[in-house]
């Protein structure tokens, strides 16, 4: 087991970024996708990640720490967010997913990350649970992706 509350608090706060960062992406995604069903899933997904960010703020409070209030400008541009806002232009759902999928490998990523470190068992699986979700969430939008390429040309919103 950690006994390291440093390491501990430090893997919670870049999750906790990484998060923050992705609620931060879907929102800004929600307001550019032409599909009312999408912005509505996509505004779903910031809840979630804004939801997760709050429980792992409050284990960060629990062992001491201070934990992390908004995502990191590396953050950021590691997770290819910002690589959304030059694909907006298209007008295109499919470049927005695109660019979502995107911020979401990193997500998994880091998430992977995490478990493989020596964590307290509560702590782990908190971070556990969050990660299947994070997964699930990953794979829909990649399945939306996929499946706006093939059915619309990558034009979901728009007339055939």
């Given at each position: 087991?950690?006994?390291?509350?440093?390491?501990?608090?430090?893997?919670?706060?870049?999750?906790?970024?990484?998060?923050?960062?992705?609620?931060?992406?879907?929102?800004?995604?929600?307001?550019?996708?032409?599909?009312?069903?999408?912005?509505?899933?996509?505004l779903?997904y910031?809840?979630?990640?804004?939801?997760?960010?709050?429980?792992l703020?409050?284990?960060?409070?629990?062992?001491?720490?201070?934990?992390?209030?908004?995502?990191?400008?590396?953050g950021?541009?590691?997770?290819?967010?910002?690589?959304?806002?030059?694909?907006?232009?298209?007008?295109?759902?499919?470049?927005?997913?695109a660019?979502?999928?995107?911020?979401?490998d990193?997500?998994?990523?880091?998430?992977?990350?995490?478990?493989?470190?020596?964590?307290?068992?509560?702590?782990?699986?908190?971070?556990?649970?969050?990660?299947?979700?994070?997964l699930?969430?990953?794979?829909?939008?990649?399945?939306?992706?996929?499946?706006?390429a093939?059915?619309?040309?990558?034009?979901?919103?728009?007339?055939?």
């Amino acid at each position: 087991m950690a006994n390291n509350t440093t390491d501990i608090r430090s893997t919670l706060n870049d999750l906790i970024e990484t998060l923050k960062d992705g609620e931060q992406g879907f929102r800004e995604a929600a307001g550019h996708l032409r599909s009312e069903a999408l912005r509505t899933q996509f505004l779903s997904y910031a809840q979630q990640r804004a939801r997760f960010a709050a429980e792992l703020q409050r284990e960060v409070a629990t062992i001491g720490g201070v934990p992390e209030t908004s995502g990191s400008a590396a953050g950021v541009l590691h997770r290819g967010w910002i690589g959304l806002k030059s694909m907006l232009t298209s007008g295109d759902d499919h470049s927005v997913l695109a660019e979502a999928e995107k911020g979401e490998d990193s997500a998994v990523k880091n998430y992977r990350e995490a478990l493989a470190k020596d964590l307290p068992r509560d702590i782990h699986d908190v971070i556990e649970n969050q990660y299947k979700d994070i997964l699930a969430v990953h794979n829909q939008v990649r399945a939306l992706r996929d499946g706006t390429a093939v059915s619309t040309g990558g034009r979901v919103g728009q007339p055939y």
